[in-house]
């Protein structure tokens, strides 16, 4: 029989295991907190010059965490602040770039572009330019001195490229010379000076109301702001003839390519009747303006403005790469996931209006399509398939001998050196562009992307004094195509 002091003892025994419980739970409890605190420490210093990424599986989507470093640094740039200055930003090309790319699981251009403020200019194998921003030079070059990287200067005001581009442009088209030429076209097209949609589409117009027999315009779908995408036909018989597509301005920035397209537009009409044979039977397809939406607001926010303008999740950014949305190589290396990037390649291969109508408009067309040739600035290259894999087409040989008459007959003619060669070579992989695509979808043989000029000291703001010789080696390239088709 149980006395009142067992009982007693037995209380005190219960209450000493629950208080002993207690305290084991709150200690485990603490010691968990402080390993994930721990934890969460180390990573956050430790990822400081990795610039954290958070990746989610499935959709392989990622997002840029904590959205501040460096106490109120923020991690992204406002690109649609309006109107953007360059002032003080600098264009840099970056050497040594191989052995960071090499031991690093986040790529140099997101680590400059998020935490250094950088604008990436051009990346290839060797070397990589960037424009960085006044307030984020020291930062970044100790940066890169910290990972044996060299800077090479090409430009110590990026604005001043901008201004000096447009006040050329004025007193050039303010010239005797200009004056006339605006006169002969109806539109205003003229090639001293960079043209606004408007009158890049007024002259396409003017085109098909004189050469009504042999010319039709399309507009082959609308961009996400309503603007149409417009493709002008040139054939005296579209049934039978061999087709060649060209392309310009995909990326905004890139003001050289739809002036370039464009001449090549005039320069095929200007003397119809007198033109070879090999020009004449062949159906012509040229899209001047592949990015319309992207290119009007590069022209009245921001200079240096490369995407389309469709808006995304991220309330901050805004834009595509369509030269990354095309459906090859889509999700492979060489593009973004993340809507702020400049490589983004959008939520879905073919996600965007303009990649969706050229699509539809050639898909219907491959028969007979001998040539896809898409025209982009800079670095004065012509290079043909694969971009998205690193291996060469099979018939690279025959595309290699075309691509070398061409650059052969550029040197001759205005003393510029172009590079001929397979486009991984020569600018790395990069997969979701439009011409893999045209080569492995539609099986179209003679595929070429033209880097335009300069080699970098101008990049983008190529000084308008240059538009007619460089619209000129477009050309040169374009009649080495359709002899090598003929």
């Known amino acids: 029989m149980k006395t009142s002091k067992d009982r007693r003892r037995k209380c005190y025994l219960s209450r000493s295991k629950a208080t002993t419980l ?6 485990f409890i603490l010691l968990l907190l402080l390993t994930v605190i721990t934890y969460r420490t180390y990573a956050l210093d430790n990822d400081e010059e990795k610039v954290q990424f958070i990746t989610n599986t499935g959709n392989q989507k990622k997002q840029f965490a904590p959205t501040t470093i460096n106490n109120d640094e923020t991690r992204y740039i406002d690109v649609n602040a309006s109107p953007i200055h360059y002032d003080g930003t600098q264009l840099w090309r970056i050497h040594n770039i191989s052995k960071y790319i090499d031991e690093n699981l986040i790529p140099l251009t997101d680590v400059l572009e998020y935490k ?7 990346e290839n194998v060797k070397f990589l330019d960037v424009s960085i921003t006044k307030d984020h030079l020291k930062r970044a070059r100790q940066f890169l001195k910290q990972n044996h990287m060299a800077v090479e ?24 010379f200009g004056k006339r030429t605006r006169k002969s076209t109806g539109s205003g097209m003229h090639f001293k000076d960079y043209h606004d949609l408007d009158t890049i589409y007024s002259f396409m117009r003017e085109v098909r109301g004189k ?16 603007r149409d995408l417009k493709v002008l036909r040139i054939s005296e018989n579209p049934r039978d003839y ?66 389309n303008r469709s808006p995304s999740k991220h309330q901050q950014c805004y834009g595509v790469d369509l030269n990354r949305n095309f459906d090859i190589g889509w999700d492979s290396y060489g593009s973004s996931t993340h809507p702020c990037s400049d490589t983004y390649r959008g939520h879905s291969p073919a996600s965007e209006l303009e990649t969706q109508a050229v699509v539809k ?3 219907k067309r491959k028969f007979n399509l001998h040539s896809y040739l898409t025209f982009h600035s800079y670095g004065q290259l012509m290079v043909y398939p694969w971009a998205y894999r690193a291996v060469k087409v099979k018939d690279a040989n025959i595309l290699q001998r075309v ?8 040197a001759k003619k205005t003393q510029q050196n172009y590079r001929a060669a397979a486009t991984y070579e020569v600018l ?9 695509w045209c080569r492995a979808i539609l099986g179209t043989p003679y595929v070429y992307t033209v880097e335009l000029r300069d080699r970098g000291h101008y990049g983008f703001i190529l000084p308008p004094d240059q538009i007619l010789e460089t619209a000129l080696e477009g050309y040169i390239i374009v009649d080495t195509v359709a002899q090598a088709i003929n």
């Open 428 to 436: 790395g992989i990069a997969g979701g562009g439009s011409d893999d």
């Open 211 to 226: 050469y009504p027999n042999i010319c039709r315009l399309y507009s082959i779908g609308k961009t996400v702001e309503g």
């Open 153 to 176: 200067i090409l430009n110590d005001n990026v604005q001043k490229l901008i201004d000096d581009e447009a006040a050329m442009g004025v007193n050039l088209t303010s010239s005797d």
């Open 116 to 122: 250094y403020g950088g604008n990436v200019w051009k």
């Open 242 to 307: 061999k087709k060649i597509w060209i392309d310009g301005g995909i990326h905004a920035r890139e003001w050289v390519s739809p002036a370039t397209v464009t001449f090549i537009l005039y320069k095929l009409l200007a003397n119809w009747t007198d033109q070879p044979d090999y020009i004449r039977h062949k159906t012509w397809y040229i899209m001047p303006v592949m990015n319309p939406d992207g290119y009007v607001y590069s022209r009245r926010e921001n200079r240096l403005w490369r995407k």
């Open 22 to 27: 207690t305290t084991s739970t709150i200690l």
């Open 403 to 410: 691509a070398n008459t061409a650059v052969q007959r550029i």
């Open 361 to 363: 408009f050639l898909t």
